[in-house]
């Protein structure tokens, strides 16, 4: 229903392609199994992928990520930034991410930062994000 509600909200899909969509969506994040839970049946990793499907679903432009990894552990912050990273590729999508995390800094292209006023910006030599 998350993910199904947001297309619903465009006219051009009916109630049985949102819900046809959500479905494909879900599988393709692997929470095919989560159709019908409760967002506290759910964990931390499900609850981030879900909001990552939902975002897609729309088939956005550019896809703007706040805090993806917020309130994950290192492994299932990777996961999340792995499968953000891997899916914005498949669907030729450019992202922009906004985070405290540092670790995520390994899937940037670019990092920009804000310190004492000022905006920076870095191109890692070794970038995942190509």
Known sequence: ENVRIVLQ???????????????????????????????????????????????????PEL??????????DAKRGHEVMELLRQKAMELHKAVVVVSHDNRIREFAHRVVWLEDGRLHDHHPEDHRFV
């Not at 494909?24 to 049946?41: C, T, W, Y």
């Not at 896809?63 to 994950?72: G, M, V, Y």
């Open 63 to 72: 896809i703007l990520a706040d805090e993806p990894t917020a309130n994950l």
């Open 9 to 59: 909200e465009r006219r051009n899909h009916s109630r049985t392609n949102a819900a046809e969509r959500a479905r494909e969506m879900l599988e393709v994040f692997g929470l095919s199994h989560r159709i019908n839970s409760l967002p506290k049946k759910m964990s931390d990793g499900e609850k981030q992928r879900v909001a990552i499907a939902r975002a897609l679903a729309k088939d």
